[in-house]
């Protein structure tokens, strides 16, 4: 069964920067898009950034100056760079990709379990 893992999160104070990372577990045949989202508490589930089949990034308008995504394709993993984190970044950080696995006849979303990340004033 194929699976989405996410690491990194964890406490940081203000001002401070976090990496977070999510991997593939199983084996599937390609990746459509690759990205991260976000939940705080009480909030809906946001967009962060994802990268799209080309190498098209798509990303919240807020948060392109401080979150940074890069994947790498040969391992098929996803990161997320945050730099001067703030409160306001508090939140469940969920791996999302759109894959195509064994036993898929399509491109299917498969989101991961999150990582929580507090920051701290």
């Known amino acids: 069964q194929v699976q989405l893992v996410e690491s990194g999160g964890g406490l940081a104070q203000a001002g401070e920067s976090l990496g977070l990372s999510c991997g593939v577990i199983?084996?599937?045949?390609?990746?459509?898009?690759i990205g991260w989202y976000r939940q705080a508490p009480g909030g809906q589930r946001d967009l962060v950034a994802a990268?799209?089949?080309?190498?098209?990034?798509k990303s919240a308008d807020s948060l392109k100056r401080r979150f940074t995504i890069s994947t790498d394709d040969v391992q098929k993993t996803a990161s997320l760079q945050i730099s001067g984190l703030n409160v306001e970044d508090t939140a469940v950080y969920y791996c999302?990709?759109?894959?195509?696995?064994?036993?898929?006849?399509?491109?299917?979303?498969?989101w991961g379990r999150g990582t929580q990340v507090t920051v701290s004033p």
């Open positions: 199983g084996y599937i045949h390609s990746i459509k898009e």
């Open positions: 990268i799209t089949e080309p190498d098209t990034i």
């Open positions: 999302k990709a759109d894959v195509w696995a064994i036993g898929y006849n399509k491109f299917a979303p498969l």
